[in-house]
């Protein structure tokens, strides 16, 4: 249960207010209001056997109104990125099959390949057992990560490293560039 | 930068106190301070450019002292579950190469399979662009989900679902139990 790092207090007023009051009680991203307590499709999360056996979608978004999205290649099954929806994002997403994102430094609803074009159309949508995450299969245009990589994990981490001290933990590149970063956000 | 949900003093305070401070801020999960603050191996976080192309990892932990784990399964592809490491469960799981995680309901290390035996070996690790998130391709004894499913993503959200009003967004059942959840965590 992610509302078990709240307080009880935060919790009752998670509870009150939904999605709009949610995502504004800490400084967080202010979402549309309108759109996020009035309009959104989702009904509150229940118990816990409900958000895990239930056939309903009532997404557990946390105190910052999001929940996380991974998405993979539908073909290789790689992992492209990892990325937060808010209630507005899921529901885009859910209603276009095209992935909408929340970008949490930009606070603002999100397409993803707006400015790049590299846009992610959804083979699959799948919810986990406690309805805080979400996982798309995507058909992706050339490559997902805006460093101009197919993925955001092009970097390993060798296993082993024991009794590493600050700064020695080794990375080793594993991804090339599919696309020029420059190119692609200059439009 | 998730930093960026910040205010500015709460940056300031992270960039000073390091881990054990970060993760002790704001009520949330206490994490062991002699752990986190003189024994992690990792180094505090750099620019952006040092983040996404540099050959160190320097986990951009969040203001929980947590980075976002997404374990697939290392022959299918399959994602498995989604979770998160504090700096102990990250160094271990690169130390070991077994799976361990910070549970942010039980407010502790958790090594993957600890009750059921349900364990995790990491086959590779790796860290997306920005270091606040790792992707474990692992091999899964018998299932990941405490629900008893092999993965905790086993409904599907139909895509094309417009104009729903709360109650009325609908799942769909695709995976089903692997083991039963109530023997596996009796033990």
Same mark, same amino acid.
């Given at each position: =249960? @992610?509302?078990? $790092?709240?307080? *009880?207090? #935060?919790?009752?007023?998670?509870?009150?207010?939904?999605?709009?009051? #949610?995502a504004r009680a800490f400084g967080a991203p202010r979402n549309d209001g309108s759109e996020m307590s009035s309009q959104s499709p989702f009904a509150l999360p229940g118990t816990s056997t409900e958000l895990e056996e239930g056939l309903t979608l009532t997404p557990k978004f @946390? %105190? @910052?109104? $999001?929940?996380?999205a991974v998405a993979t290649d539908a073909a290789s099954g790689e992992v492209l990125m990892v %990325?937060? =929806? *808010? /209630? %507005? /994002? $899921? %529901?885009k997403t859910i209603a276009t099959g095209e992935a909408w994102y929340y970008s949490r430094s930009r606070r603002a609803l999100w397409k993803k390949g707006e400015t790049s074009g590299h846009t992610q159309r959804v083979v699959e949508l799948r919810v986990d057992c406690d309805q805080d995450a979400v996982w798309l299969k995507v058909e992706q245009i050339a490559g997902a990560c805006h460093t101009g990589r197919r993925s955001c994990f092009y #970097? /390993?981490?060798p296993l082993g490293q024991a009794g590493a001290k600050p700064g020695e933990m080794k990375l080793e590149f594993t991804g090339e560039r599919v696309f020029d970063p420059k190119a692609a956000y200059r439009k």
């Open positions: =249960m @992610d509302t078990d $790092l709240s307080g *009880n207090s #935060r919790v009752v007023i998670l509870k009150c207010c939904g999605y709009g009051f #949610r @946390d %105190a @910052d109104g $999001l929940v996380t %990325a937060h =929806m *808010n /209630a %507005a /994002a $899921l %529901a #970097r /390993a981490v």
